[in-house]
């Protein structure tokens, strides 16, 4: 097991295939972390990206996108260990500060294509994945024209 198995998830609500795009890109690693030389290993489209890590750390990471609703859920893995020997406190404020970094960043880019949506509103131009009136066993309408009955409430 890697001394640092980071793992983080957050909610963008954007169209997957431009969060695919842009968290996709090579020199976006670069920015985010220059100490890490990251090579992609596996290129899944729409559901991320997998690259080797050399550098000041040695090991994987990797994009998880996860399509959920009017968005994606971007679950982030950096599983590596220092290329220096590091131990105790040091390992934890290393651990802290990819994490810091990655949080940063990620937030900033929410901000950025969630621009002008209030939250809890839908991404414009996005068809409601799921809608549903009252917990009474009404169905729940579904992309693509699927449709599920929900069971009634256990009262």
């Not at 290129?43 to 750390?57: D, Y």
Request: include cysteine; hydrophobic fraction near 40%.
């Amino acid at each position: 097991m890697p001394q640092l198995d980071i793992s983080c998830d957050d909610l963008v609500v954007a169209d997957p295939a431009y969060v695919a795009e842009r968290l996709g890109s090579d020199t976006l690693w670069r920015e985010w972390w220059p100490d890490l030389t990251l090579t992609a290993s596996e290129r899944r489209g729409l559901e991320g990206v997998r690259w080797t890590v050399t550098g000041a750390a040695i090991g994987t990471a990797e994009w998880w996108l996860e399509s959920v609703r009017d968005g994606v859920v971007v679950h982030w893995y950096l599983r590596v260990d220092p290329a220096r020997p590091v131990h105790g406190r040091a390992l934890l404020r290393l651990k802290e500060r990819y994490v810091a970094a990655y949080r940063e960043r990620v937030w900033r880019f929410k901000d950025e294509v969630e621009a002008g949506r209030a939250a809890g509103e839908r991404r414009t131009g996005s068809e409601p994945a799921i809608v549903s009136g009252e917990d009474t066993g009404a169905a729940i309408e579904q992309p693509a024209g699927h449709t599920h009955q929900t069971r009634p409430a256990k009262r």
